[in-house]
């Protein structure tokens, strides 16, 4: 099947000089959660403004579903729903104007049943007449997130959907992507809090300074790149670790009572088979083992620094 | 065309002014009473007439014009900078709407407000003195045609403005002075011929001579001047926004 967005040597740069993307080419496939993971600053907001129309790129293409989103941006547009990073919304409409306003403003006709259905989905039914001013944050999100599922679209971009939000919000969010995922909508997020990335995603794009570093289903991304760490409990404490060991990457506990072992999962040989037999001729005895593996946290600073 | 958008911007804008019924009809109400008073009832009646016409009467046309141009530069300016303040504009830049299809729900939603306000404007006047409209036809036509033209320049505005200070600040630095000096409340040759020359450069003068025009069929410059004058006015804003689209002009950034 063909790629829902497909990006294409995407650059941009702003009136001020700053290019804050860097030929950047990247497919999303078809219903799955993709996120797109950078720090601030990154280029994240910039990326999606030019895929949803609100940024204009200085060159390249992107197509959403084969259709280009400059000459063909009303067919391209239709399908893409929009939650962005600030809380912008008006005062004084009620909840549910602002989200029949945006399925008309998207071109499809009236339909109260499905206004109904995605604001009992996102527990605003209830707050359905109540003036946006009087929600609460997190209600503020909700409603951005209704507006653009109003139009029924096939992707969905939630730019930092949980920035400086509470951890229990946090899940709430994590639990409604799932839910969306399992309508078909194709979702695809921003955000720099790598548990999220972790959590959610299918596939993991890092971003860092305009270019996209990587991109790697998240399962493989953990493979490939995760460090493993071998933790030694040692019978009984060393002062040192041996001069026999020093072509190893150990380190010795505070307590010197274990040995850690860090190693690439990545190569071919992870020489854990040569330093237990050299442990052993030196003498050191051990009474338990542990691997641990790193968390994307850790491979995106590896990543991040590599590129710097 | 996408009608559920221009539909739906419309309504959107629609509903704005009704919740701000009061002061958006209240106020021009106002000050139309205080015009008759100072102008038709205390100093209007030491002031012959004018081409036949009591001095009241004779100033109705211009003060319909002076809300009318006011009204539809604010509201359109106003209609579209809101977005851009709060934010919400994303939405109407991300949305598979045209800058066709974005201008008329606009400009018509402005326009229809400062048409309701003028006739509203016009019924307070016939409180005051007794109105007589001689070509009915070509009095809508002037009320729309500069409705429409000057909620399109309001538009322009709203699009420019990058604070309050700048949305106001048109209407109250230019559209303001010219419609006083456009000759709402005299006949431009009551001023000393230089003066009248200067005047001509007034595109608001071919507003309010037109639109007298329509009521008592007395004018200052030919009618025919006066709708090209409008219509000229009106292509120059329909490019201008035209152009602002097609660059993304103070919208994308
Ligand atoms: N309108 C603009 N003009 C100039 N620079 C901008 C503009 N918008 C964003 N930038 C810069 O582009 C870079 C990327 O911004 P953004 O896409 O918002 O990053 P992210 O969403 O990943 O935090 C930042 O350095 C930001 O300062
Ligand atoms: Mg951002």
Redesign the interface.
Known sequence: MPPVLSLAHVSKT??SGFQALKDVSLEIERGEIFALLGPNGAGKTTLI?II?????ASSGTVTVDGQDVVAD??????K?G?V?Q?L??????SVW?TV??????????RNPAHIEKVLRDLSLYDKRDAKIITLSGGMKRRLLIA?ALAHEPEVLFLDEPTAGVDVELRRDMWRLVRALRETGVTVILTTHYIEEAEEMADRVGVINKGEIVLVEEKHELMRKLGRKELTLYLHDPIEAIPEALAGYDLELSQDRCALVYTFDTQRERTGITALLQDLSNAGIHFRDIETRESSLEEIFVSLVKEET | MNLHAIRAIYRFEMNRTGRTLLQSVLAPVLSTTLYFVVFGAAIGSRIDEIGGVSYGAFIVPGLVMLSLLTQSVTNAAFGIYFPKFTGTIYELLSAPVSFLEIVIAYVGAAATKSILLGVIILMTATLFVPLRIAHPGWMIAFLVLTAVTFSLFGFIIGIWADGFEKLQIVPLLIITPLTFLGGSFYSIDMLPPFWQKVTLLNPVVYLISGFRWSFYGIADVSVAVSLSMTALFMVICLLAIWWIFRTGWRLKS
């Open positions: 702003y009136d403004g949803c129309g609100i940024v204009k941006y009303r067919a391209a547009r239709a893409i929009l962005p600030e912008a919304t008006d005062a004084f409409e104007a029949s306003f945006s399925r008309g403003l998207f071109g499809k006709p507006k």
